[in-house]
């Protein structure tokens, strides 16, 4: 399984962002799909979940009501549109997948790309 983020960059707080990922190595339909982030010196936190069966989740934390995940079976691509930045948003963000279901955590989650940097300024 591979998994590769893209659409990072630097904006201004207020800004909106998308971010896409790419999966290959697995059959899509069968696997549910997060997006995690880790800003400096943090742990690296659930942001949303696009799970097998086409259910959403969202952190209540990390971007509730800014963000939202959508899904392309047929490209394998899972994106995370991101809007009204703030600078607290400023992260690497993470591709993941699971097979099956998936709880909201990344111990729940078995593989991962490599980050998309996010730097929100203010």
């Known amino acids: 399984v591979q998994l590769q983020a893209s659409g990072g960059g630097l904006v201004q707080a207020g800004d909106s962002l998308r971010l896409s990922c790419v999966a290959s190595g697995l059959t899509f339909d069968d696997y549910s799909m997060a997006w995690f982030r880790q800003a400096p010196g943090k742990e690296r936190e659930f942001v949303a979940q696009l799970t097998w069966n086409g259910g959403t989740m969202y952190s209540a934390d990390s971007g509730k009501g800014r963000f939202i995940i959508s899904g392309d079976n047929a490209k394998k691509t899972v994106d995370l549109r991101m809007d009204s930045l703030t600078p607290e948003d400023t992260a690497d963000y993470y591709c993941?997948?699971?097979?099956?279901?998936?709880?909201?955590?990344?111990?729940?989650?078995?593989?991962w790309g490599p980050g998309t940097l996010v730097t929100v300024s203010s």
């Open positions: 993941e997948a699971a097979k099956g279901c998936a709880a909201p955590h990344a111990e729940s989650y078995t593989y």
